[in-house]
């Protein structure tokens, strides 16, 4: 079978890959192209795409008898792919959930700590040249430790997210998700009628939930005038979940004291008021960046795809 693989992965992926199937890797880490999907969709019978890989409705119109049968994600988050479609056209779409979680959530309490300290601001002001020393009033952030933790979306990486904040910093969970579940985890967490009661109580809101068209711009500018305004936004789930030209209205103003972005609206693109600001931390998406995460994750999107070959149930279907 013909699998083609959308960017560079490691060896530790791509070796078995060789082995199992007639594969095609893509040299660039760039986006496929419509044309590039397109011929993909026709001639290949797998494909492993993954984040900005935009499998809309009208590239599986333009190939109304695809001979591929899989799309294995690689990455947990699929809002680039049109599921709907997909299952329209007979290709199934799989992801690849639990390698991830760990992963993320040490960035999201990373941007919990560089917020909240100023930590990205503090090191701007030594790379310049322009730290005189040390006094008792310098960049005073915000403690972390025994505040509120808010989580909008509490599946696996919300959970792990509120843990590592309980159990290592003794900060009170409360939460928001569309989907009620037992935490047995974490049964000091407790859940709010609505978002706007999370983001009024908490002093560090974290965003977790899928991106869907329900949750795109869920953190609309009322929702981010429910907050404190000593309080800080972390997102480490997809960018448009956040209204982003609100979010930096209130950055701007001072409404909340400060952001940790992961992700953004139109990623790559980062707008220049928001880099402009001292009250934000920019990361390159950086949720999964660790080797061995990577390797699972496509070792798992590979499980996906040895799946369909053999004829086996797909462990990962979504």
Request: net charge neutral; no cysteine.
């Amino acid at each position: 079978m013909k699998l083609l693989i959308s960017r560079p992965l490691p060896d530790a992926v791509l070796a078995p890959a060789r082995k199992a199937f007639e594969l095609t890797v893509r040299d660039s880490t760039a986006p496929m192209t419509r044309t590039e999907m397109t011929e993909a969709l026709s001639t290949q019978d797998i494909i492993l795409p993954t984040l900005g890989d935009a499998f809309s409705a009208d590239i599986f119109a333009a190939v109304p008898a695809p001979r591929a049968r899989l799309l294995a994600n690689f990455g947990v988050g699929y809002n680039h792919i049109d599921v709907a479609a997909a299952r329209a056209a007979g290709v199934t779409v799989t992801n690849t959930p639990g390698a991830v979680t760990d992963a993320t959530a040490d960035i999201a309490l990373t941007l919990m700590l560089m917020s909240a300290r100023r930590a990205g601001e503090g090191e701007r002001l030594v790379r310049a040249g322009q730290w005189k020393g040390w006094h008792p009033t310098q960049m005073l952030g915000l403690h972390m430790s025994g505040k509120v933790l808010g989580v909008v979306g509490m599946g696996r990486i919300g959970q792990a997210i509120a843990k590592r904040a309980h159990f290592g910093f003794s900060m009170e969970v409360v939460y928001h998700t569309r989907t009620p579940r037992a935490l047995p985890g974490l049964p000091q967490a407790r859940a709010l009628p609505g978002l706007h009661e999370v983001m009024e109580a908490a002093d560090i809101v974290v965003i977790a939930a899928p991106a869907s068209p329900a949750t795109r711009h869920m953190i609309d500018a009322a929702a981010l005038a429910a907050m404190r305004p000593h309080a800080h936004l972390v997102n480490i789930a997809r960018g448009d979940i956040i209204d982003e030209a609100a979010l930096i209205k209130a950055l701007e103003a001072g409404r909340i004291a400060g952001a940790g972005l992961d992700v953004y609206e139109h990623e790559p693109e980062v707008p220049a008021a928001l880099r402009a600001l001292d009250n934000v931390v920019l990361l390159p998406h950086l949720g999964t960046a660790a080797l061995e995460v990577r390797v699972e994750m496509g070792l798992m999107a590979l499980d996906n795809a040895l799946a369909l070959r053999d004829g086996r149930p797909l462990p990962n279907p979504v």
